[in-house]
């Protein structure tokens, strides 16, 4: 079982940042692809953004392209997600996920979720 435990969320007004991160624990953490996604109310969770077991492949969904940015420090046993620029529809639960054998956008590919962290921004 890994488990994994969101931070960095909050209320921040539109044109600001925040980065979000995703600490693992309980399995190989550098064995994972990790996601990002949101669930924003009322919607289905969506994707944001994902990371390979390497740094090397990223993937983005276009509505955040150009501002968020996923890394991951395998040392640490931790994925973040820089977002910049934020826009009132940026507001939502962001999870983070970890994928074992696939990755990418779909919720499928992913074993593990953590809680998630409130991000909301105001116009």
């Known amino acids: 079982q890994m488990r994994l435990v969101e931070s960095g969320g909050g209320l921040v007004q539109a044109g600001g940042s925040l980065r979000l991160s995703c600490a693992a624990s309980g399995r190989t953490f550098s064995t994972y692809a990790m996601g990002w996604f949101r669930q924003a109310p009322g919607k289905e969770r969506e994707f944001v953004a994902a990371?390979?077991?390497?740094?090397?492949?990223?993937s983005y969904a276009d509505s955040v392209k150009g501002r968020f940015t996923i890394s991951r420090d395998n040392a640490k046993n931790t994925v973040y997600l820089q977002m910049s620029s934020l826009k009132p529809e940026d507001t939502a639960v962001y999870y983070c996920a970890a994928a074992s054998t696939a990755w990418g956008r779909g919720i499928r590919n992913y074993d593990y979720w953590g809680q998630g962290t409130q991000v909301t921004v105001s116009s």
């Open positions: 990371i390979t077991w390497s740094t090397d492949i990223t």
